[in-house]
């Protein structure tokens, strides 16, 4: 069962530990700043970088990945680093004997990293390789494209990737001004999970940091506000041309501000489960795919921040009228399925089940931690986590449900070209 009690660590760092007794421990840094303060200190897809650079060589690991996550995967562990809006990670799940190294080898990827010429040089060949795979799918694109039109002129109006463009803009003095502006241990949170001592993580995490910055920036421990998003655009359908063959459909409908509390966002975990719980087996899946055979995977969509939000539905396809499958996404949400006592009682026991059947895995504890922090902004016990889910009632989702009209939504269909040579 997930519990994480909050140790105080080194500098006012929370530490957020849990007693797994495995053989392996897991470490998970999060750094709260994200795409979102690109443009408050250079261009966008700036704190990408941060993903990608470290571990091309520190100060106390030169040797670039052979020196830092190479360290971890050689005992049988993993290790990765991702970038969000709001924050970037570091994590390493490795066995219990090495699990002091991995915290040193990610703490100074976080608080020394080089950013020498020729790194920065190699590693920009390998960003605009990840740009273009992204750009290469008709989802990738499209989830590349959607903040722009959805949050034009805000802060989170960006993809985390950046451009081809901004990419060749940046140089290292712009990288190191950026790391000097945006990391600092009062933007730190860590998670760490394994069979350990209290004592022995505070101690080793107070060793591991001497290095990190005490440079006076704002504290942000959890997702920081960025300001009201734009007003939603709804009632419209907009189409953006692509040149894949297959279009990426979403219809979305907005979650205020107001909405985006903890309490809050369970209601939209729920009605997530409520849309598609049962796999194949699902309204979702049975209306699209089963019944109208539009898209082979229709999903649930949905980004949630601490200025607000949306959720939706998405499908790829090759359906030559994609306007179908928004028509078929309004049939799923006014189906009575959603509706009946029936489907709620089977998705209930697809949350119950969720729980039930959780293996003791201490990165999958801190994984699912961190998510907690980073979309919810505080952290909950297995147990709260179980009782506010199972406390959303039938009536709450289907008096909602009831509740959409067209005028509330935003259909954005980037629309492939089935003659297209791409």
């Not at 020394?112 to 590693?123: M, W």
């Not at 990391?183 to 730190?188: E, L």
């Not at 699209?288 to 055979?293: A, K, M, N």
Request: glycine fraction near 8%.
């Amino acid at each position: 069962m997930i519990d994480f009690q909050i140790l105080n660590g080194p500098g006012g760092i929370p530490i957020y530990f849990q007693h797994v007794p495995v053989k392996s421990v897991s470490v998970y840094w999060l750094v709260f700043v994200g795409s979102a303060d690109d443009e408050s200190v250079g261009n966008h897809g700036i704190y990408h970088w941060f993903e990608h650079i470290p571990s091309r060589g520190t100060v106390k690991y030169p040797g670039g990945y052979r020196d830092t996550e190479a360290r971890l995967v050689r005992h049988g562990g993993s290790a990765g680093a991702e970038t969000d809006y709001t924050h970037t990670a570091y994590y390493a799940d490795v066995p219990r004997r090495v699990w002091t190294s991995a915290l040193d080898i990610l703490t100074d990827m976080i608080a020394q990293p080089l950013l020498r010429p020729g790194d920065i040089e190699a590693e920009r060949e390998i960003i605009g390789q990840e740009i273009d795979e992204w750009q290469s799918s008709p989802y990738g694109e499209a989830l590349c494209t959607l903040p722009h039109l959805i949050w034009p002129g805000h802060p989170l109006g960006h993809d985390q990737l950046g451009s081809p463009e901004t990419l060749m803009s940046m140089t290292p003095d712009m990288l190191r001004v950026a790391h000097e502006k945006g990391y600092a241990r009062s933007r730190c949170v860590l998670f760490v999970a394994g069979d350990l001592e209290p004592s022995e993580v505070v101690d080793a995490v107070g060793k591991a940091t001497e290095n990190l910055s005490a440079a006076p920036l704002p504290e942000r421990r959890k997702p920081a506000n960025y300001g009201e998003v734009p007003a939603w655009q709804g009632g419209r359908t907009t189409i953006h041309p692509t040149r894949h063959d297959d279009s990426a459909i979403f219809l979305l409908f907005p979650i205020e501000k107001a909405k985006t509390t903890a309490t809050e966002i369970v209601f939209w975990d729920c009605l997530e489960y409520l849309i598609t719980a049962g796999d194949l087996g699902s309204p979702l899946d049975r209306f699209v795919r089963e019944d109208s055979r539009l898209a082979y995977s229709p999903d649930f969509a949905s980004c949630i921040t601490m200025d607000g939000g949306y959720w939706g539905l998405q499908a790829q396809s090759n359906c030559k009228d994609p306007q179908q499958i928004i028509d078929c996404f309004w049939d799923v949400l006014k189906s009575e399925d959603l509706r009946s006592p029936e489907w709620f009682e089977f998705v209930r026991d697809t949350i119950r089940g969720e729980f039930d059947m959780q293996i003791p895995n201490p990165g999958d504890f801190t994984e699912e931690a961190a998510e907690q922090l980073t979309g919810y902004g505080e952290v909950w016990s297995e147990e709260v986590e179980r009782e506010r889910m199972l406390s959303v009632t039938r009536d709450d989702l289907s008096d909602y449900l009831q509740s959409l009209t067209r005028d509330q939504s935003h259909a954005i269909i980037f629309q492939g070209d089935r003659n297209s040579p791409a």
